[in-house]
């Protein structure tokens, strides 16, 4: 989960508020002094850690909170608004020119995922109707070039190159006149990085700047660095001029000290955030949801993009109707499973359930890793279509030739088989409660139970 030991170590302090009906000024202190320790912990600037906790506790001991009727939701909210605030408060956006092709020029140091999120970026936008081109500018790091080539041909995203040869100022400007020939409206230039900052980097940085003019600078960062990601991006906003940041390898941080303190430090935006190694972990970043995360709030509108993105719209009609006649199989079955797979982890996916947040210690020896679901998939995938559809014709000798293919016991698939008649009888249920509610004008307003 994200940022685990931070969220549990918060939630954890603010949690002791609630069960004190009123709130003095010293119980404040005595939470505020837990989440400086959190956050210290979590390797946020010492500064930034200073001065929120300053703003939290003058709003804290504030009259409206201390004679309110429920005065510890009350501190959560404002932890959760000077979090927000911390963060940027609002999304910040790639500026898209009003004169194509924009142009975004990919910044780091080597091992922060550059040439990937440069792929994952013209991904995204790819997905919103932009043409993109990928430009090969990194001729030092062996197979750079290669990789992003591989990139772009998983993504169906052009590549422009010019081999290791050419210099990156002459790539950049050959490719943005690729670009303009060939009607892309918007350039990714992955420049090339360094093990760590030097002269000569900058200077072609700088040439590269000076060139092709781009819209946006985005420098990508290691989010598991921590501080010495903030420390990195202040040396190249010096150095360029930063628009924006992009934090990799988020899923993998469970600190937060990088994404909590570099608004605070630069004053640059965090745009999108890695959140896993598949092409299309990526996300804009909006701070008031995080914050809401971080404190077992939730993100149900980061939930609910993921399943409009996952879900396919006809194939969920054709379920409902099905779950309306109670014909549910274990065709229907694996398409929900492969759908659900499709919006990430299950950890991640409960974890942005409100509530959920502190979810390995609620759930206990639950399985969210999806060994579960890939045991399953298996078992349905060595059935036959016709044993799939019709889950009765599965005798003993059917049962002994699906456990041998898919690696399980036959005890796994009398399991397997008692789930899906629960879920059919749990469906049958739910089908009759609706109409008795229905006909007695419960549900009648609503157009799904028409």
């Known amino acids: 989960m994200i940022f685990e030991g931070l969220s549990d170590k918060l939630q954890g302090a603010l949690g002791k508020l609630k069960s004190k009906g009123k709130l003095t000024e010293k119980d404040v202190k005595d ?211 930063l628009d924006g940041v992009v934090l990799t390898k988020l899923d993998g941080d469970t600190r937060g000290g990088a994404a909590l303190s570099i608004r605070a430090v630069t004053q640059k935006p965090i745009k999108f955030i890695g959140m896993g190694e598949k092409l299309d972990d990526l996300e804009p970043f909006y701070p008031d949801r995080m914050a809401s995360r971080i404190l077992g709030m939730g993100d149900v509108l980061s939930l609910i993009e993921k399943a409009q993105d996952a879900m396919d719209l006809e194939k969920a009609k054709e379920l409902e109707s099905k779950i309306r006649k109670q014909d549910f199989d274990f065709e229907d079955f694996l398409t929900q499973m492969e759908q659900i797979e499709n919006m990430g982890p299950l950890d991640k996916i409960i974890g942005m359930m409100p509530g959920m947040g502190n979810i390995k210690n609620q759930l206990g020896d639950v399985d969210l890793n999806g060994k579960e679901m890939k045991r399953t998939k298996a078992i349905i995938q060595s059935m036959t279509l016709e044993e799939r559809r019709k889950p009765e014709l599965l005798n003993a000798s059917r049962k002994r030739r699906i456990a041998k293919g898919s690696g399980t016991s036959v005890q796994d698939i009398n399991r397997l088989v008692k789930q899906l008649n629960e879920m059919k009888k749990m469906m049958k249920m739910f089908m009759g409660n609706q109409k008795g509610m229905k006909k007695r004008g419960a549900l009648g307003g609503l157009p799904f139970f028409k």
């Open 31 to 241: 939470a505020m002094r837990e989440v400086k320790l959190a956050l210290l912990e979590a390797d946020v600037n010492f500064k930034v850690v200073k001065d929120f906790i300053k703003k939290v506790q003058e709003r804290c001991v504030g009259q409206e909170v201390m004679t309110s009727l429920t005065p510890a939701q009350h501190v959560i909210k404002i932890v959760n608004e000077e979090l927000t605030a911390l963060m940027g408060d609002v999304q910040s956006k790639v500026m898209i020119s009003s004169k194509p092709p924009t142009i975004i020029m990919m910044v780091g140091l080597q091992g922060a995922g550059k040439t990937t999120t440069s792929g994952k970026i013209g991904n995204y936008f790819k997905k919103q109707g932009k043409r993109p081109l990928l430009v090969a500018c990194d001729v030092y790091r062996p197979a750079a070039i290669k990789q992003l080539q591989v990139v772009g041909e998983k993504l169906d995203i052009p590549v422009f190159n010019m081999g290791d040869k050419e210099s990156p100022v002459n790539i950049a400007k050959a490719g943005l006149s690729h670009a303009l020939k060939n009607n892309n409206d918007l350039v990714i230039i992955d420049t090339a990085g360094r093990l760590h900052i030097d002269e000569t980097l900058m200077d072609e940085l700088k040439s590269i700047k000076t060139e092709i003019k781009p819209h946006e600078i985005l420098l990508v960062v290691d989010s598991m660095t921590g501080q010495d990601a903030v420390n990195v991006s202040q040396s190249f906003d010096e150095a360029l001029g």
